[in-house]
């Protein structure tokens, strides 16, 4: 059991229900709903970009000190990262300017959002398949209580927005989830 691990776990498991939120969106009968679809979209820029990603970053370095093959079957996750943050980046610009404009191009909006919940998913299963296993079996004690140290924010606080990212951030996913809900006309969720 590492705590690192399971916490990475537990947000790739919150991750893939709102690429199915998404997903959702994609075949809803009158088009998507923009206001899901932009929380979701604010999402993937706040918390994975300030914690999530830099914790994996982290874990990754390490692993190419203790296990250079391992890195070798991987590949490059930190630039999958990077390239992760600025299609969503792209794709909120194009979202921005879909609304002012008040012309939504079904087609591209379907394929970018799909494409991306590929990419995602497949990222997602990389980590899981590969990462993760590599990284618990070769780091040490000593390893990640470095990381532990290093990794940005804790339950303290965040250092990009300096309060509770965890706590607005959760409050933020409970609201997509429960707007889903609403739209498919059976509300579980308080
Ligand atoms: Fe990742
Ligand atoms: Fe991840």
Known sequence: MNRLIDTLRGEHANHENLLRVLERQLDAEDGPDFDIVEAIVEYFLTYPVVRHHPLENLIFDRLRMRDPSAIAKIGDLEHEHADEQAWMRAFAGALTSAKGSGVVRRDVFTE?????IQLQRAHIAKEEDWFFPAALA???????????????????????????????LALLRRQ??????????????Q
Do not use: N, Y
């Open 112 to 116: 970018t959002a799909a494409a991306f």
């Open 138 to 168: 070769a780091l040490t004690e000593r390893d990640w209580r470095d990381i532990k140290r290093q990794a940005p924010g804790d339950e303290t606080g965040d250092p990009f927005f300096g309060g509770d990212v965890v706590g607005r």
């Open 176 to 189: 997509i989830l429960r707007w889903d809900e609403e739209d498919r006309g059976h509300l579980t969720l």
